[in-house]
């Protein structure tokens, strides 16, 4: 039963970290290059008009009930289970959010290079 | 993708593997935590190795805001995890922490991951009026 708990936790956990990426990265593809924006209106423009824009909030709310969901994980699973399989997982429904969601294009390199670093982070996590 | 775009890439590799190292050595410094102690964990933040961590986690964070705002999502975080390879580098090097072979490998899985992601277009899709006008004056360049 413990089992299935800490897999439910680890779905809420991946889930909630993809959408947080996904938002943070909708809030920057809407805003534009920073670089440029800073340059025309001063880095303090940057910083308010970060902070203030929804997407972004949104991406540090569920960045934080992926943060909590992990906690709760890791009271009942060791972190040798829990952060292999979070941070391999989430690259993978990344990858996914960022075609279906942001309309990237996610060809076969980046597929590629996607699988590598899952299975290379599999790795090093694995303690 | 110019030389400054490479920089900011650079630095999210760089801030975040300091800032976590800085971290372990600190609470290596400040003992374990006892379960039923959990606030303890306060105190830590007096440690100086803890406080320069959180501003290096927090340098990498802005770095990687500021690679989002002209690269694609699938293009930020694979080319990003070299962070991973950069920490496991820090920790065997200066944290003496042994590195298994199994880690070894992942690192390289890692590392090819990022030459095969680097080779490609940093960002594709939609990219709305004003990251369109940036891509133009790029490629005038």
Same mark, same amino acid.
């Given at each position: 039963m413990?089992l299935?708990?800490?897999?439910?936790?680890?779905?809420?956990?991946?889930?909630?970290?993809?959408?947080?990426?996904v938002?943070l990265?909708?809030?920057?593809?809407?805003?534009g290059?920073?670089?440029?924006?800073g340059?025309?209106q001063?880095?303090?423009?940057v910083?308010?008009?970060?902070?203030?824009?929804?997407?972004?909030?949104?991406?540090?709310a569920f960045?934080?009930?992926?943060?909590?969901s992990?906690?709760?994980g890791l009271?009942?699973?060791?972190?040798?289970?829990m952060?292999?399989?979070?941070?391999?997982?989430?690259?993978?429904?990344?990858?996914l959010?960022?075609k279906?969601?942001?309309?990237?294009?996610?060809?076969?390199?980046?597929?590629?290079?996607?699988?590598?670093v899952?299975?290379?982070?599999?790795?090093?996590?694995?303690? | 993708m110019?030389?400054?775009?490479?920089?900011?890439?650079?630095?999210?590799?760089?801030?975040?593997?300091?800032?976590?190292?800085f971290?372990?050595?600190?609470?290596?410094q400040?003992?374990?935590?006892?379960?039923?102690?959990?606030?303890?964990?306060f105190?830590?933040?007096?440690?100086?190795w803890?406080?320069?961590?959180?501003?290096?986690?927090?340098?990498?964070?802005?770095s990687?805001?500021?690679?989002?705002?002209?690269?694609?999502l699938?293009?930020? +975080?694979? =080319?990003?995890?070299? %962070?991973y /390879?950069?920490?496991?580098?820090?920790?065997?090097?200066w944290l $003496?922490?042994?590195? #298994?072979?199994?880690?070894w490998?992942?690192?390289? +899985?890692? =590392?090819?991951?990022? %030459?095969v /992601?680097?080779?490609?277009?940093?960002?594709?899709?939609?990219? $709305?009026?004003?990251? #369109?006008?940036s891509?133009?004056?790029?490629?005038?360049?």
């Amino acid at each position: 039963m413990r089992l299935i708990y800490t897999w439910v936790c680890i779905l809420i956990t991946v889930a909630a970290a993809a959408a947080g990426d996904v938002f943070l990265a909708l809030a920057m593809r809407r805003i534009g290059d920073l670089g440029e924006l800073g340059r025309r209106q001063g880095f303090a423009a940057v910083v308010v008009r970060v902070l203030s824009s929804g997407a972004f909030l949104s991406g540090i709310a569920f960045m934080a009930i992926a943060f909590f969901s992990n906690l709760v994980g890791l009271s009942w699973a060791d972190l040798s289970l829990m952060g292999p399989a979070t941070a391999s997982l989430t690259f993978i429904v990344n990858a996914l959010g960022a075609k279906y969601f942001l309309g990237e294009d996610v060809d076969g390199r980046r597929w590629v290079a996607t699988v590598f670093v899952c299975a290379g982070v599999l790795l090093v996590a694995r303690s | 993708m110019t030389l400054r775009k490479y920089l900011v890439i650079l630095s999210v590799v760089i801030f975040s593997p300091i800032g976590d190292a800085f971290l372990a050595r600190g609470m290596k410094q400040t003992g374990a935590i006892d379960v039923h102690h959990l606030l303890h964990v306060f105190a830590a933040v007096a440690d100086p190795w803890v406080v320069l961590g959180i501003a290096s986690l927090i340098a990498g964070m802005a770095s990687y805001m500021t690679a989002l705002s002209f690269a694609d999502l699938t293009y930020v +975080l694979p =080319a990003t995890a070299l %962070g991973y /390879v950069n920490m496991v580098l820090i920790a065997h090097l200066w944290l $003496g922490e042994r590195i #298994s072979l199994v880690r070894w490998a992942g690192i390289t +899985l890692i =590392a090819m991951g990022v %030459g095969v /992601v680097a080779r490609g277009p940093s960002r594709t899709g939609d990219t $709305g009026p004003a990251a #369109s006008a940036s891509a133009t004056r790029e490629e005038g360049q």
